[in-house]
């Protein structure tokens, strides 16, 4: 049985409190590393290339973790959840274009994993392919119904593409799923800003400021909400 290291990689994320949207994502904490493993060169091994690695990029460090993740392809070239990463990495690096093919490879190792949709889904939507990232996270929610993440990705593609009321929908049907996840209260505002519907998002950005005020996703998002008023 496989043990993965694979990140929560391109696919939406909130610092609030979500626990619904982390129920099925037991994966994206490192492994233990493995008592034995191959050699891969000097004194690291296999595990702890996977784990540099996977820290590395969940540092930010994403050059560094599409080197190691080159690396250890070289000794474990059917490691999927390695390659998972390393599309990831070129993703955060804006080489979208590297990445979609990255991710077509892992589609074609494994065709019936929703994760690889919800990020095929990002990427195409990265861009400006809305239709075809439309499909691949319908997809992603096939394979795993009613998935929260891929039903938030698919909201904002459709803010994107202008479908203002759809994709409002879509947001309002998870937060009467799950009412106590304030999560999908910032998520709501978000969309909300992005389908240009900014004064109904105001009184939930003041409930979330008044219950987490040193939140750092909601900080962030007020923030890039600030400075997107001041263009």
């Not at 391109?10 to 008592?35: F, H, N, Q």
């Not at 400006?128 to 499909?135: D, F, H, N, T």
């Not at 389908?195 to 109904?200: D, F, I, N």
Request: glycine fraction near 6%.
């Amino acid at each position: 049985m496989r043990t993965p290291l694979r990140l929560r990689i391109l696919a939406l994320s909130c610092a609030l409190p979500l626990a619904a949207c982390g129920k099925d994502e037991s994966a994206s904490t490192p492994a233990r590393a493995p008592a034995a493993a191959t050699k891969v060169s000097g004194d690291f091994t296999a595990a702890g290339k996977k784990i540099a690695a996977f820290e590395a990029y969940n540092g930010g460090r994403f050059a560094d973790a599409l080197r190691l993740y080159d690396e250890l392809l070289t000794v474990e070239p059917d490691n999927l959840d390695a390659r998972i990463n390393r599309a990831a990495s070129l993703g955060q690096l804006g080489r979208w274009p590297e990445a979609l093919t990255a991710t077509d490879e892992c589609l074609a190792r494994n065709p019936n994993d929703p994760e690889i949709h919800i990020n095929r889904s990002t990427i195409l939507s990265e861009l400006g392919r809305s239709e075809e990232a439309l499909e691949s996270v319908d997809r992603a929610l096939t394979l795993a119904k009613d998935q929260p993440k891929a039903l938030l990705l698919k909201a904002t593609i459709l803010g994107k593409s202008g479908k203002a009321d759809e994709s409002i929908a879509i947001v309002d049907a998870l937060v009467q799923r799950f009412p106590n996840q304030p999560g999908l209260l910032l998520e709501k505002a978000r969309m909300l800003d992005l389908v240009g519907r900014g004064a109904q998002a105001d009184p939930i950005y003041a409930q979330l400021s008044a219950q987490f005020p040193d939140d750092p996703g909601l900080q962030a998002a007020l923030a890039a909400r600030n400075a997107g008023a001041a263009k």
